[in-house]
């Protein structure tokens, strides 16, 4: 023995005569002597036991080759060459001799420094060892597995101990490959319990509890109530961080209950956040999280989830130009609806309403009756929407909003009076903290007053209205909409003497070229 390995045993006695006239537990002396002899002398935890027991190799070689002999097996190879190895950290034991020495020791194999459990699927703390400590007559004080102190385990660690498991079965391989005899032996055993662990490890891992969940679930509801009065950039900014959490968490697998709620929230956040970007004028991007929210949504399987996310972004093209695509997303998503009483039924007829007076314009009967019967079609549906949809103004639809589109689709299809009388019943249905849609509303009764040709007060109801915006809350999409109550009005009077008052308003308000209608005299 060198110098090195005498100095390193004399400071094991010494901490284990002090820990056992304290009657402290042998696995207790284990790691204080791995503590204060590791870090001069490099002492594992697995050597750290053997010292805390007072034995040499040998004893712990005749203890293994006991249970051995016990359970009936051949004798093992395993010798204080083999022993001497592993506890100097060169090998790893296999499943099979790591739980046997977890056996003599009376400890899980975390405390001998291996990640993972135990071939054997139960505790160590078993009779009829014999011990060091129990040799002087004193009482078995190892704790059981719950007492144990458990370190965090590393990811490397546990990849390589996958890996030597594959290896055990690839060497098994290559043996019956080459033509050789190959016995199904304990290593081989023990490998192939451990792959099988390690899958049902991976597949009851759930990195999120279900009240975890219900708290996601219950910001994600939260985000819907404030759409309708919370600046869109701040609410964008809440949104997201609460999406980023939701994607954090499907990177793990989860059982299959908590990933279909996660992919929901997925859906949710993500068609949210799509709206608030139409509001914030950036439809690419819109387009974008909507797409992501079709993606989630398919995971759930959720027919009335799926037409949601489909007809919420039916309003990227209708508001950007393109209502032929608008018209084409807006029956996808009525037919994915179906039968399903859900916000989508009544959502996508009113889209389509909306479509069509923007493809068709204003004045002809045919487009008129059409578009009629799908207003018609949308109070139906709505008529049968469960009453929690109904309320819920971002995920739901709600017939504030369905006064509020029918009136919308009835301004663009000329019909003034009809427009302004459900624009006036829509705007009773807010409250004063909602902003948007009440203003968005106001603008539409703006344009009814340019089709009567009352264009005095089509100016002022408009001006009016932006001039009492607040601060961050003139999203892009509003402000493309007062823009286009100064275009109706330069087509019937470009020269009208209010036109430049309220032009000068719009300019007082922060918005992009992009966000402005050609055609209007800036």
């Not at 703006?446 to 001039?467: F, N, P, S, Y």
Request: aromatic share 4%; glycine share 10%.
């Amino acid at each position: 023995m060198s110098g090195r390995q005498h100095r390193e045993t004399g400071l094991a006695r010494q901490i284990r005569a002090r820990g056992l006239a304290a009657g402290r537990s042998s696995a207790q002396i284990a790691e204080e002597i791995h503590e204060k002899c590791g870090a001069q002398f490099g002492t594992t935890r697995i050597k750290g036991h053997r010292l805390a027991h007072g034995i040499a190799l040998a004893d712990v070689i005749e203890q293994v080759r006991a249970l051995f002999e016990r359970d009936a097996k051949p004798a093992p190879g395993i010798g204080e060459t083999l022993l001497s190895a592993y506890e100097s950290g060169l090998k790893r034991p296999g499943p099979e001799y790591l739980h046997y020495l977890c056996t003599v020791y009376r400890v899980e194999p975390v405390a001998l420094g291996y990640e993972g459990p135990c071939i054997c699927g139960h505790g160590h703390k078993m009779p009829g060892v014999v011990r060091g400590d129990l040799q002087e007559g004193r009482p078995d004080t190892s704790p059981g597995p719950r007492e144990l102190w458990i370190q965090q385990i590393d990811s490397n660690s546990s990849a390589a101990g996958g890996e030597e498991d594959e290896n055990v079965l690839r060497r098994t391989l290559l043996g019956l490959l080459a033509g050789s005899t190959v016995a199904l032996d304990g290593q081989v055993l023990g490998s192939v319990e451990s792959i099988r662990r390690r899958m049902d490890d991976t597949l009851v891992s759930a990195t999120v509890s279900p009240a975890m969940l219900d708290q996601w679930e219950e910001a994600t509801v939260g985000f819907g109530r404030q759409y309708m009065n919370t600046p869109p950039l701040r609410l964008l900014c809440d949104v997201l961080l609460e999406f980023s959490a939701v994607r954090k968490a499907m990177e793990r697998r989860q059982p299959v209950d908590l990933q279909e709620r996660l992919c929901r929230m997925a859906a949710q956040l993500a068609g949210l956040s799509g709206m608030i970007m139409i509001n914030l004028g950036d439809h690419r991007m819109a387009r974008s999280f909507f797409r992501t929210g079709r993606t989630a949504a398919d995971e759930t399987g959720d027919r009335a989830l799926r037409a949601w996310v489909t007809a919420r972004e039916a309003l990227v093209p209708l508001y950007y130009g393109d209502p032929r695509e608008a018209l084409n997303l807006a029956k996808k998503s009525r037919d994915m609806a179906g039968q399903t009483p859900c916000a989508a039924q009544a959502m996508a007829p009113v889209v389509e309403a909306r479509a069509l007076a923007m493809l068709s314009g204003a004045g002809k009967k045919d487009v008129v009756d059409q578009a009629k019967r799908a207003l018609s079609r949308a109070r139906a549906a709505f008529s049968q929407m469960p009453a929690v949809d109904q309320d819920d103004a971002a995920f739901g639809y709600t017939e504030r909003q369905l006064y509020f589109h029918q009136g919308d689709a009835l301004v663009r299809l000329g019909q003034a009076m009809e427009a302004d009388l459900i624009l006036e019943q829509a705007l009773t249905k807010y409250g004063p903290s909602d902003w948007l849609d009440p203003t968005l509303i106001k603008l539409d009764r703006a344009k009814c007053k340019v089709i009567e040709g009352d264009l005095q007060e089509a100016l002022r109801i408009a001006r009016v209205t932006v001039e009492g915006l607040g601060e961050g809350c003139r999203p892009d999409i509003l402000m493309q909409r007062a823009y286009e109550v100064a275009k109706a009005v330069e087509n019937k009077d470009p020269d009208h003497p209010g036109l430049r008052a309220y032009l000068d308003t719009l300019h007082a308000a922060p918005v992009t070229e992009a966000a402005m209608p050609r055609g209007v005299d800036v």
